[in-house]
T-cell receptor, first 114, second 112 residues
Framework: AQSVAQPEDQVNVAEGNPLTVKCTYS??????LFWYVQYPNRGLQFLLK??????LVKGSYGFEAEFNKSQTSFHLKKPSALVSDSALYFC????????????FGQGTTLQVKP | NAGVTQTPKFRVLKTGQSMTLLCAQD?????MYWYRQDPGMGLRLIHY???????AKGEVPDGYNVSRLKKQNFLLGLESAAPSQTSVYFC???????????FGPGTRLTVL
């Protein structure tokens, strides 16, 4: 069965420190991978995607993600966290040729403290 | 461009009542989706559509119906609401050739 796992319900970091939000997936074939962010009482906003090519993908607001095929992981990273990065982050995967349907992880709350 | 809009933003229903949630997009996207978001479960796909006049079931379709009479609109209906349908509902849309989806602001539904 296809699945996406975000093993941490919450990640706490101090402002200015690097952050990592973890994601692993179980999907056959070569999937598309995504990160979305959700601020309180808002819809999801697209952050970045991996389709093919360089394993390090850069996205919005200084975020990047590293694709690791052997570990089936797609961890979200940022070198220096901001308080305004505090939000709910979702990893998602889409199987090629499956009409755009996304499978989401359960979400990780990022709390950045001043 | 407004992007993806959803109406209403909030709604409270009694068990057994019916309602329709409206999603509209002005990006000329072919694909549209309805998700529900529940704490600790991420987003789950209810129904989706790959074009005007076509719909298909997603992961959790029971208790919901949809219609896509116009390309820009995707309606989600609850014929007889149940407390288990208390959730936040998100609509999204995308191009067939572009993998990212664009989301609306959500509808918070409470069924008493």
């Amino acid at each position: 069965a296809q699945s996406v796992a975000q093993p941490e319900d919450q990640v706490n970091v101090a402002e200015g420190n690097p952050l990592t939000v973890k994601c692993t997936y179980s999907v056959s074939g070569n999937p598309y991978l995504f990160w979305y962010v959700q601020y309180p009482n808002r819809g999801l906003q697209f952050l970045l995607k991996y389709i093919t090519g360089d394993n390090l993908v850069k996205g919005s607001y200084g975020f990047e993600a590293e694709f690791n095929k052997s570990q089936t992981s797609f961890h979200l990273k940022k070198p220096s966290a901001l308080v305004s990065d505090s939000a709910l982050y979702f990893c998602a995967v889409r199987r090629l040729g499956h009409t755009g349907k996304l499978i989401f992880g359960q979400g990780t709350t990022l709390q950045v403290k001043p | 461009n407004a992007g993806v809009t959803q109406t209403p933003k909030f709604r409270v229903l009694k068990t057994g009542q019916s309602m329709t949630l409206l999603c509209a997009q002005d990006m000329n996207h072919e694909y549209m989706y309805w998700y529900r978001q529940d704490p600790g479960m991420g987003l789950r796909l209810i129904h989706y559509s790959v074009g005007e006049g076509t719909t298909a079931k997603g992961e959790v379709p029971d208790g919901y119906n949809v219609s896509r009479l116009k390309k820009q609109n995707f309606l989600l209906g609850l014929e007889s609401a149940a407390p288990s349908q208390t959730s936040v509902y998100f609509c999204a849309s995308s191009y067939p050739t572009s993998p990212e989806q664009f989301f609306g602001p959500g509808t918070r539904l409470t069924v008493l």
